[in-house]
């Protein structure tokens, strides 16, 4: 494997991971702080909410649906024939919800739509390294997407 080949397979990997637990976990933490020191629980309520929504539909979706990954995960119980199934991507849906929610927090347009085109760079991400195809990617955007509009009517 070639300097290159490397590299780029670092890249796709580090842009996958801005759907991953990981990264949600720490910018609720600091929507948390920041809801803290600005005296509005709106902000934090809106992101961790969310997060939890999409993590309950994926859930149920996949518990309910198995498609198997492009590279087949072996699974023995329920909870990891959850993880092992591909439907929809919850990569992709975290990385739209996130990337919409940073995008609106900052404002203007140009931002909100950079912010948008960062997030599907997430499901892009996921198709190269054959844990998803595009149809669950775009579902899982699609979820994003749904679950940040819901979640701004209620707020």
């Known amino acids: 494997m070639g300097i290159t080949t490397r590299f780029y397979g670092e890249v796709v990997r580090d842009i996958s991971s801005f759907g991953g637990f990981a990264f949600s976990a720490i910018m609720s933490v600091i ?46 119980g329920v909870l990891e024939k959850i993880e092992a199934s591909s439907f929809p991507s919850l990569h992709a849906a975290r990385g739209m919800f996130c990337a919409l929610t940073i995008g609106s927090l900052i404002g203007g347009q140009f931002v909100y739509v950079l912010f948008g085109l960062l997030g599907g760079l997430v499901g892009v991400a996921r198709v ?19 679950v940040y509009i819901g ?3 209620l707020v």
């Open 31 to 76: 929507f948390i702080f920041m809801g803290l020191i600005s005296q509005n629980n709106e902000v934090w309520l809106f992101f961790v909410f969310g997060h939890v929504a999409l993590i309950a539909i994926v859930f149920l979706v996949r518990l309910v649906y198995f498609k198997n990954r492009p590279e087949k995960m072996q699974h023995k």
């Open 128 to 146: 190269l390294l054959r844990r998803h195809d595009v149809v669950d990617v775009i579902f899982g955007a699609l979820l994003g997407i749904g």
């Open 151 to 153: 979640m701004l009517m």
